[in-house]
C-alpha cells in the first residue's frame, strides 16, 4: 500500500475515535476553553458558606472572549472583608447600598441580609428604601417580611389647612440618640401604616423591610419599638430569594454545568466540567450509543468504516 494512503487511513481512524469518545476536536462546535477556577466550590466569609450561584466579586474572569464575567447568577456578588479580625460577607443592592449577610439557606433558595449602616448603634438611622437591581436574580420572598416604615421631620400642626393631623396609629421614635431635623419622626408596622396624605407634613419617608415573628407583633416588643426596639428589628434584617427554574440556566444546571453572565447581567455560555463553555447545556458527550446515536460511514476503497457519534 501506498505511504500516501496508509497515512490517509491512520488520520481517518484518529478522527473517527474521536469523534466517537466525545474528545473535542476542531470544528466540533465544542465551545471555547474558561478557566475552571472560577467557579471554586465554597469559600467561608464570617461564618457564612459561600458557593455558586453567589460568587466571589473579585473573581471575574474572561468567558468566551467576554472580559470581566462570572460564574453565578446577576445580582449575586458578595464581597467578602477579611481585613478586620471578624470577616464580613456583604452583598451589594441597587444604589451601591451594602448589606451585610446574615444567612444563605441553598436548599430553599433565600438569603437574610441587613442594611450595613443600621447594624452599630441603639438608635439606628434609615435613610433609603431598599432597592433590588433590575438584572438581579433576587426577589423578597412572598412570606416572612414584614415592614416598618419611618416618618422623618414631621411638622403637625392643629390647623389642618396647614398641614394635616398625625394618626393616632403613628409610633413617636423617642430613643435619645435618634436625630433627624427640627421636627418629629415617627414609625409605624406594616399593619399601623395609615393611608391619607398626612405624609406630606414629613420630610421624608422610607419603607424597610423586616423579618416577621413576635420581635414585631407581641404587644410588649411593639411598646418598646419607638424607644430602640425597631433597631433590634432592623438588625435581624430581611430575606430574599432566588429562582433556579428562571431563565436559560436551568438547562445548563440540570445538565451538569454552571451558567455565566457579563456584568450588565447578559447568559455567556453554560461552564462545564471538561473546561468548555457551550451554548446551553453540557450535554452527553460521553455516551457511544443512544438514542440521538449517529451513525458515520466512511469508506476506503474496499474498506468500510463506521462511528457511532451522538
Not at 471578624?86 to 441580609?113: E, F, K, M, S
Not at 416598618?148 to 440618640?177: K, M, R, W
Not at 450535554?283 to 449517529?294: A, D, E, I, P, Q
Request: glycine share 12%.
Amino acid at each position: 500500500m501506498p505511504l500516501l494512503l496508509l497515512l490517509l487511513r491512520v488520520l481517518l481512524l484518529a478522527a473517527g475515535l474521536a469523534v466517537s469518545r466525545g474528545y473535542p476536536t476542531a470544528g466540533a462546535g465544542e465551545g471555547s476553553l474558561y478557566n475552571s477556577s472560577m467557579c471554586q466550590k465554597s469559600f467561608a466569609c464570617g461564618g457564612i458558606n459561600i458557593h455558586y450561584p453567589f460568587y466571589l466579586s473579585s473573581e471575574s474572569k474572561v468567558v468566551d472572549g467576554v472580559a470581566y464575567s462570572y460564574c453565578g447568577y446577576p445580582g449575586m456578588a458578595v464581597l467578602c472583608d477579611d481585613s478586620r479580625a471578624n470577616a464580613t460577607a456583604t452583598l451589594q443592592l441597587a444604589g451601591g447600598t451594602n448589606y451585610t449577610v446574615h444567612a444563605i439557606d441553598y436548599d430553599n433558595h433565600t438569603i437574610t441580609l441587613a442594611d450595613a449602616d443600621v447594624l452599630n448603634g441603639v438608635c439606628p438611622m434609615v435613610r433609603h428604601n431598599v432597592n433590588i437591581p433590575r438584572e438581579a436574580w433576587l426577589n423578597f420572598t412572598p412570606t416572612g417580611n414584614s415592614t416598618i416604615s419611618f416618618f422623618l421631620d414631621c411638622s403637625f400642626t392643629t390647623n389642618v389647612t396647614v398641614a394635616p393631623l398625625p394618626p393616632p396609629e403613628l409610633v413617636p421614635i423617642n430613643c435619645a440618640g435618634f436625630e433627624r431635623g427640627r421636627g418629629s419622626s415617627f414609625l409605624a408596622t406594616q399593619l399601623g401604616a395609615p393611608d391619607g396624605n398626612w405624609t406630606r407634613a414629613c420630610k421624608e419617608v422610607y419603607v424597610a423591610p423586616v423579618l416577621t415573628g413576635e420581635w414585631l407583633t407581641s404587644p410588649d416588643s411593639r411598646g418598646r419599638l419607638g424607644s430602640g426596639g425597631y433597631g433590634d428589628v432592623l438588625r435581624r434584617g430581611f430575606r430574599l430569594s432566588w429562582d433556579p427554574s428562571a431563565g436559560p440556566c436551568f438547562k445548563c444546571e440540570l445538565s451538569g454545568g454552571r451558567c455565566s453572565y457579563d456584568q450588565p447581567g447578559g447568559f455567556l455560555g453554560c461552564l462545564c466540567s471538561d473546561g468548555r463553555v457551550r451554548n446551553m447545556d453540557c450535554g452527553k458527550n460521553f455516551s457511544l450509543v443512544s438514542s440521538r446515536t449517529k451513525r458515520i460511514v466512511v469508506t476506503f476503497g474496499r474498506e468500510i468504516y463506521i462511528w457511532l457519534v451522538e
